[in-house]
């Protein structure tokens, strides 16, 4: 609204007061729209019992005069004397005074009252009680983006519990011969706590700019764009009374002068005028909320400090390189959308100014949907923008190479490794991605962590190698832009899961690391898997979309997902139809794919001592590389151990059992299935 007071400006933080004297007003064109079908039938019934129901209208008034006018919940005391200053309140007890003295009416004054008054107010009513709910939606959303943002404490507080956890692991193990695997779990959780802790430190920062926006930016426009709804609903009441009060004048000359007075009362309305007499009742004290601080974990005291050691500075120099590229894209559709909003601005104005009402309500329409648009990209730059800067100033200039690999959501029938945690990947629950140009793999979780490799010396190895190494590393993110050598497409790399043992990096000409890859027979057996086959998905929620690119689906209907989410809370699907765009994560609930039946073993001897009476059988054929370990024949059954350290709990990625001689030992998990 141009000029004067705002609710915006003037009562900050208010928006449930607001939506109060909207619901009263949609109220009040309830109660007259009752008020004259209820008056269309009595005039065919002739005026005895219009009297009544003037008296009935002037009950059901009294009773709302005081949240019409100064709210539900006023701030400043009140008397009749504010009443009588509210220029809608004056107009409602006009039309009942007229009524009162209308005791004779015509049956075409009831036709023309149900067809020009009762149906027109009906429209107004359903159009402004959708475009309230929009708005309230509108808010709800704009909450959730607020404090969306402040959501990573508890995850933070995790990754710290596990790095205690894997430290009393490392400490129980130290002489015995798994003491190296527990030192680089150990190794690789520090890492993991840093980069939780960095991602803790950016909500932070985005969510204190997200909630300086929130107050100063988009509450405000909420709150005036209520006003203006609320504006434009009198306007069309008063528009649709002092049409009824045309029609009595034109049909009955001898009501004339009672409906002439009326007439004059609606036409004195002053919608800026009732409003302020509403801000002028509901002032209140406002301060903003303090911002969010770092809070260190009770596990793990650490400072407010943003970590650039190795791996958290990789994973900092790929999400710089993200949002930037995110920005690029989203800059330039914010300013197209931002001359849409100013283009139809200009329009609602000029429909304003010269009385079309009926193009003034379908223009408003567009301007409001386009100003909620804008919000929700400007709130993906306030957000992206927050995480560069924040990021900027963490690496000091030193971003890395900036070249990151092209990866590219997909889905592994069979267990692949991922080459920065070395962990499998596999089916949905696994999703991982794979470099479109150089072909490695990683889990979804593992994509930012990709960095520069370092040898123990501090040497570089070449881009987009794959190298076992016995410590901790990372993948480089300079993607030199060709495949490894022996890599014919991502889908066959997929295939071939990686050895637990490790060997040496060695100068040229040394071994290369010994990679266990299925035999032809099993890859073949499941070519017809490997092809890109879209997971089925059931839709929990309906969903409208409000840009571009999303997708409109219906509660219950079945999708394809095309790609899994990335972290961002939005997939990717496809409907029956062919339509195809971004939904939300968590609307999507994905079907299980039909696995036959697999009965329980029953010619497992039941003699051992250490069986905890739970069967794996092999997925993939495995033979044993130490000691330590069994061999998983494929399709062969193997009881697991029991105990706190046995079994499953065993190790991240490995199981112990006892195969069918009674041997007991460890084996990779993702080479068997349970029995169940």
Not at 302 to 308: A, I, K, L, Y
């Amino acid at each position: 609204m141009s000029g004067g007071q705002t609710y915006g400006k003037e009562l900050p933080d208010q928006v449930d007061r607001i939506t109060n004297l909207s619901a009263a007003q949609l109220e009040l064109l309830a109660d007259v729209r009752d008020l004259h079908r209820e008056r269309a039938a009595l005039e065919r019934e002739y005026a005895g019992k219009l009297q009544a129901l003037a008296r009935k209208a002037a009950e059901k008034k009294s009773k709302k005069d005081a949240t019409v006018v100064v709210g539900s919940e006023p701030t400043k005391a009140w008397g009749e004397d504010v009443l009588q200053r509210s220029t809608l309140h004056n107009a409602y007890a006009q039309i009942i005074s007229a009524m009162l003295e209308s005791a004779q009416a015509h049956i075409n004054l009831a036709d023309s009252l149900t067809s020009q008054v009762v149906d027109v107010l009906k429209a107004t009513e359903r159009r402004h009680e959708e475009a309230k709910k929009k708005q309230e939606q509108h808010f709800t959303k704009l909450l959730s983006e607020r404090d969306r943002a402040y959501s990573e404490r508890q995850k933070y507080d995790d990754e710290c519990n596990e790095v205690e956890t894997y430290r009393v692991k490392q400490e129980r193990s130290a002489d015995d011969r798994h003491a190296d695997r527990a030192a680089k779990q150990y190794e690789k959780q520090q890492a993991d706590m840093l980069n939780r802790k960095n991602t803790y430190l950016i909500a932070i920062a985005t969510a204190n700019r997200m909630k300086a926006k929130f107050y100063n930016e988009d509450l405000p426009a909420l709150e005036d764009q209520f006003q203006t709804l609320q504006a434009q609903l009198i306007t069309r009441f008063i528009s649709i009374m002092v049409q009824a009060q045309t029609l009595q004048k034109n049909h009955l000359e001898v009501l004339k002068s009672h409906v002439v007075a009326t007439e004059g009362r609606l036409n004195t309305v002053d919608t800026p005028a009732d409003q302020h007499l509403f801000i002028e009742h509901n002032i209140r004290a406002f301060m903003l909320p303090s911002d969010w601080a770092f809070e260190p974990c009770s596990t793990h005291y650490d400072t407010g400090e943003m970590s650039v050691e190795s791996a958290p500075k990789t994973y900092l120099q790929n999400r710089l390189t993200k949002c930037r590229a995110k920005l690029s894209e989203l800059r330039p559709v914010i300013d197209a959308k931002r001359r849409d909003v100013e283009q139809l601005a200009k329009h609602m104005n000029s429909n304003t100014a010269s009385g079309k009402l009926a193009e003034l309500e379908e223009v408003s329409d567009q301007y409001l949907e386009a100003q909620h648009q804008l919000t929700y990209y400007t709130n993906s730059e306030c957000l992206l923008s927050a995480e560069v800067e924040t990021i900027e100033a963490a690496l000091s200039g030193d971003e890395g190479e900036q070249r990151p690999h092209a990866f590219k959501s997909s889905t592994f029938s069979i267990p692949t490794p991922c080459v920065y945690c070395k962990s499998s990947i596999w089916g949905l629950s696994k999703q991982g991605k794979t470099c479109k140009t150089c072909g490695i793999s990683v889990h979804t979780k593992c994509e930012l962590n990709v960095g520069k490799q370092s040898s123990r010396r501090g040497e570089m190895f070449p881009s987009c190698c794959v190298l076992t190494y016995t410590l901790a590393f990372q993948v480089p993110a300079d993607c030199s832009g060709s495949r490894r050598v022996g890599t014919t497409s991502s889908k066959l790399s997929s295939g071939s899961p990686v050895s637990r043992s490790s060997s040496t990096i060695s100068k040229a000409g040394s071994e290369a690391p010994s990679l266990d890859t299925p035999t032809p027979s099993s890859f073949a057996a499941r070519a017809s898997t490997i092809q890109e086959n879209h997971l089925s998905a059931r839709m929990l929620f309906s969903f409208s979309p409000t840009s571009p690119f999303e997708l409109a689906v219906s509660e219950g209907s079945i999708v394809q997902i095309l790609e899994e989410d990335d972290g961002s809370g939005w997939v990717k699907v496809s409907d029956g139809s062919g339509g195809k765009g971004l939904v939300p994560a968590s609307y999507v609930e994905p079907l299980p794919s039909p696995d036959a039946d697999i009965q329980p073993p029953s010619l497992i001897s039941a003699s051992r001592p250490q069986g905890s009476g739970q069967y794996v059988r092999g997925v993939y054929p495995y033979q044993a590389q130490g000691p330590d370990e069994i061999s998983v024949p494929e399709g062969g059954v193997l009881e697991l151990t029991g105990g706190a350290a046995g079994g499953m709990n065993y190790a991240d990625g490995w199981w112990e059992g006892v195969d069918a001689t009674g041997k007991k030992g460890i084996f990779p998990s993702n080479y068997v299935q349970l029995v169940e």
